[in-house]
């Protein structure tokens, strides 16, 4: 009876406690989101959107910040893409072409669970190393060649472990039927195929987002990037450079700055969420 009742006292105790997580976390994004909505929503406009920064507008003058949107869509957009290019064969031969359980795909998953979790400053030190090494400057091509570092392992993990959730009898059958193992390959990226989607919009979501890895390597420039060798600014550094400001009012489009970089980052996270459900009943 003593112990129904400790393990009743102990259920109660631990559903308080993942009550108040819950609480706290929810209040913690309502109060961000709050926060930025507060302060941004009254200098958000149409000319910021639409307009490259003019003379004086970090001293709280005309402008916008059409040039750090271009930019981070260009930069988000290009490395997601190579990482994705490069990514998926890397997935598909750890799967397919490597024995599952052996040396070689224990180490390279190993390796890939490390890179996903070092810190984004750090493929920017190395690609600035890299870069100059290689006599490039601060430029948009700097910045797609660190978030695409950056975003190599995210995209490899979470397609690691969608194949994971592939039925082995899929395999088997594919084997049984004489097809090669390219042949196994195709069908088991278009088992997938939903929650490879997936994986690209969390890498796009983590590469516009990133402020700590093109910090180094991007530069920064008032004017709409047009070619890839030139400074590029991003949304995260126009938004560090305006709250950097004592002047007030950028600091207030610095967090309407905010605000639309995270209604991107929604966009994001429901097209995500979407797809994942997609995924689920495909399984199903």
Known sequence: MRNIKARLIEEKIAKGF????????????????????Y?????LSWEMISQTPQGG???????????????????ASASTFLATLIGIPIVLYLNVYVKKGSLLARSAKL?????????SIVYGAIAFSLMVYLGIRASLLGGIITITLLTIPIIVRTLDELIDTIPTDLRHVTSSLGATRWET???MLKY??????????????????????????????????KYIDEPTATLPLAIFFQLSSPIPEVQGRAYASALLLTFLILVIVLCSHILASKQKKHKI
């Open 57 to 75: 507008f970090y001293m709280g003058k005309e402008g916008g910040i059409l040039n750090a949107i271009l930019g981070s869509l260009y930069l």
């Open 18 to 37: 993942m009550q108040l997580s819950g609480i706290i976390i929810t209040g913690s994004l309502f109060f961000i989101v709050g926060t930025i909505l």
């Open 111 to 119: 390796l890939f669970d490390v890179l996903f979790g070092i810190p």
């Open 192 to 225: 997938i195929k939903p929650g490879l989607f997936t994986a690209i919009l969390l890498a796009f979501g983590r590469a516009i987002g990133d402020v700590a890895g093109v910090l180094l390597t991007t530069g920064f420039s008032d004017n709409l990037p």
């Open 185 to 187: 390959a195709k069908v």
């Open 39 to 43: 302060k941004g929503l009254p200098y």
